[in-house]
Each structure stands twice: as C-alpha cells, then as structure tokens.
T-cell receptor, first 111, second 114 residues
Framework: EDQVTQSPEALRLQEGESSSLNCSYTVSGLRGLFWYRQDPGKGPEFLFTLYSAGEEKEKERLKATLTKKESFLHITAPKPEDSATYLCAVAVRGATNKLIFGTGTLLAVQP | DTEVTQTPKHLVMGMTNKKSLKCEQHMGHRAMYWYKQKAKKPPELMFVYSYEKLSINESVPSRFSPECPNSSLLNLHLHALQPEDSALYLC?????????????FGQGTRLTVV
C-alpha cells in the first residue's frame, strides 16, 4: 500500500538553529514529490517539486532534497516567520490525479 | 500569478440551508480540485475536474455537489449538511491533470454547520 510518513510530528527550534524535516514514502512508482507550507486557517502554499532521486531545490532558507525512499526539507538559520506546518505530498505513478499527503510537521521557531 | 481565489472566506450555515462555495483561477490550468481539511489533519481529496469534466469523486456524500461552469471556475454546492461537515474547504488547480506539475491552493473557506 502506498504510504507517506512525515517526522517529527512537531519540532521546536530556537531562531538560528538549523534542522531538517523528513518525508519518507513507500509507493509503487513516484511521479513527483511536493512540499507545501501551511499557516493556521490558510491554504497550503507551494514550495518545491522534486521528480527524481538526487534532485535538490532551494528557496531562501529552505532546501529540499530527494532520495529513492525519502525527502528532506532543510531549514537553515530559521526565523520565527518560518513557523508553520510543512506538508509533503507524493504523486504516484499509475494513480491518476491523486496525491498522498503526509500528516505534516508543525514547526515552531522561537525568537 | 499563481493565485487561486476562494469565496467566501468564512461561512456559517444551518443544516437546512443551501449555500455554494466558489473558486476561480486564471492560470489556464486544466485540472481543478476540491479538498476538505479537518483540524490538524492533511487535506482529503473530494473531487477532481479534468478539462471541465468530473474525473474523480472520492465517494463524497450527495449533499456536496460540484460544478465546473468553465475552465476558470469551480463551485461546490452544499445542501442539508451535518455538523461534522464543518471544516476548511480548499480549492486547488494544476496545469495538467496527471500530477506532472504542482497544484496551487486557494486560501480556503472555513465552513461551520450549526
């Protein structure tokens, strides 16, 4: 069965303390992996798309990487405004128009 | 511009009311989606429209009725809802229906059924 697991469920960091969020997946065939950021009561905001192992994408303090089994979202020197829930979603080859979402990581960055 | 616009932002309705949620995108995307999200849970897919035709209904109760009047608009008609239907309803769109590209989400409609 196709599955996406995110860890940790919650992460509390001090401002400037770098860390990584994990998204591990077990799927029959990866079409693409997407990272989103979601603020409370708002819709998910698109961050990155990764398609193949070894691929990396960067945006400001965020860097996403992909292997054959997992993806990492690295946050370098986070600021309080980076506090949000980070969602990982996987599109599975052969499953048309469906995404499998992970349950998310709630990140809190304290000043 | 990667904007998906949803109206209203908040909606309170009684169990006997009929209301509609609206979604609009002007990115030329050919796939549009309705998701439901409960607190502290990931979004759950409800419906997919591909080239203005309903392609996926995730066994959603008939009290939710989607409509795609044209390639830019998506509606969700609500009738005789239950309190457990209270949630954040999200619209999304993507360039192609096969998940070869990312989807962009609207800000959602916070629905409360009383």
């Amino acid at each position: 069965e196709d599955q996406v697991t995110q860890s940790p469920e919650a992460l509390r960091l001090q401002e400037g303390e770098s860390s990584s969020l994990n998204c591990s997946y077990t799927v029959s065939g990866l079409r693409g992996l997407f990272w989103y950021r979601q603020d409370p009561g708002k819709g998910p905001e698109f961050l990155f798309t990764l398609y193949s192992a070894g691929e990396e994408k960067e945006k400001e303090r965020l860097k996403a990487t992909l292997t054959k089994k997992e993806s990492f979202l690295h946050i370098t020197a986070p600021k309080p405004e980076d506090s949000a829930t980070y969602l990982c979603a996987v599109a599975v080859r052969g499953a048309t128009n469906k995404l499998i979402f992970g349950t998310g990581t709630l990140l809190a960055v304290q000043p | 511009d990667t904007e998906v616009t949803q109206t209203p932002k908040h909606l309170v309705m009684g169990m006997t009311n009929k209301k509609s949620l609206k979604c609009e995108q002007h990115m030329g995307h050919r796939a549009m989606y309705w998701y439901k999200q409960k607190a502290k849970k990931p979004p759950e897919l409800m419906f997919v429209y591909s080239y203005e035709k309903l392609s996926i209904n995730e066994s959603v109760p008939s009290r939710f009725s989607p409509e795609c009047p044209n390639s830019s608009l998506l509606n969700l008609h609500l009738h005789a809802l239950q309190p457990e239907d209270s949630a954040l309803y999200l619209c999304a769109s993507s360039q192609d229906p096969g998940w070869n590209t990312e989807a962009f989400f609207g800000q959602g409609t916070r629905l409360t059924v009383v």
